[in-house]
């Protein structure tokens, strides 16, 4: 083996280490690193039947499908605690019956998410309903009642002191459609308000302090004020 060879190999040796070291805390000198996909995580959401979700006062994802077919959304997320989540749900319902199907039917809903760091909705969460209808259930004259939506119902720093806890729902009281039960939903549970059939428009709020995986993890919170250490670089030939 010609010493040429031998330099080279060591050099990838050398870069394969250093990329190891790299990715696994802050670099030289307590810098912080630049992310990598593997410091993300995936998050699984489905609704019945639409939602946005908001983490730290960023739209993360918005549901692409109003109404049907039920589906799945799936995004990668990179997490950064406390992680104040937020969530605006909705069961698909005409406005002003809060019927659906040409208001021939009362709808229900359900709402599921949960993440790769083991966060999953449960009745830890807050729920807070902002349309329900029709009112008593009244089909042959349908109503609806409806409250003002906060403009910062996102934002990390609401105040949802006075909003109720989530309640959960079975899936056979959900019913969820196929695309559920092809992804990772183990150990979350489905929740809404008290009234899974007449409230329409529902937000959620949950704040997770810590990764419930207890896996640490880099703050990457203030990412956009610093310059972070790229990864180490491909030695010259």
């Known amino acids: 083996m010609s010493t040429r060879v031998?330099?080279?190999?060591?050099?990838?040796?050398?870069?394969?280490?250093?990329?190891?070291?790299?990715?696994?805390?802050?670099?030289?000198g307590g810098k912080l690193r630049k992310p990598q996909m593997a410091d993300t995580i995936q998050a699984n959401v489905y609704a019945d039947n639409w939602f946005m979700l908001y983490i730290n006062g960023e739209l993360v994802a918005v549901d692409s499908i109003k109404f049907i077919p039920h589906n799945v959304v799936s995004v990668d997320i990179l997490p950064t605690y406390p992680m104040t989540i937020a969530v605006m749900a909705k069961d698909n319902a005409d406005p002003q019956t809060g019927m659906e199907y040409a208001n021939t039917n009362i709808g229900d809903a359900g709402f599921i998410l949960k993440f790769g760091d083991g966060t999953v909705t449960n009745a830890n969460w807050k729920a807070q309903k902002f349309s329900s209808g029709p009112i008593d259930r009244d089909?042959?004259?349908?109503?609806?009642?409806?409250?003002?939506?906060?403009?910062?119902?996102?934002?990390?720093?609401?105040?949802?002191?006075?909003?109720?806890?989530?309640r959960e729902y079975t899936e056979q009281?959900?019913?969820?459609k196929q695309p559920y039960f092809e992804n990772d939903f183990q150990g979350a549970k489905f929740i809404w308000t008290d009234d899974i059939a007449l409230d329409n428009t529902v937000i959620f709020r949950h704040v997770v302090q810590s990764p419930p995986d207890g896996k640490p993890r880099l703050d990457y919170s203030n990412l956009n004020n610093v310059v972070p250490e790229g990864p180490p670089k491909r030695p010259r030939r």
Do not use: C, H
């Open 173 to 176: 009281e959900v019913d969820p």
């Open 6 to 28: 031998t330099t080279m190999t060591a050099a990838v040796v050398a870069l394969a280490l250093s990329w190891f070291a790299w990715g696994q805390g802050p670099a030289s």
């Open 139 to 166: 089909i042959k004259n349908p109503r609806v009642e409806n409250q003002p939506i906060p403009e910062n119902w996102y934002a990390v720093d609401f105040d949802d002191s006075q909003w109720k806890p989530a």
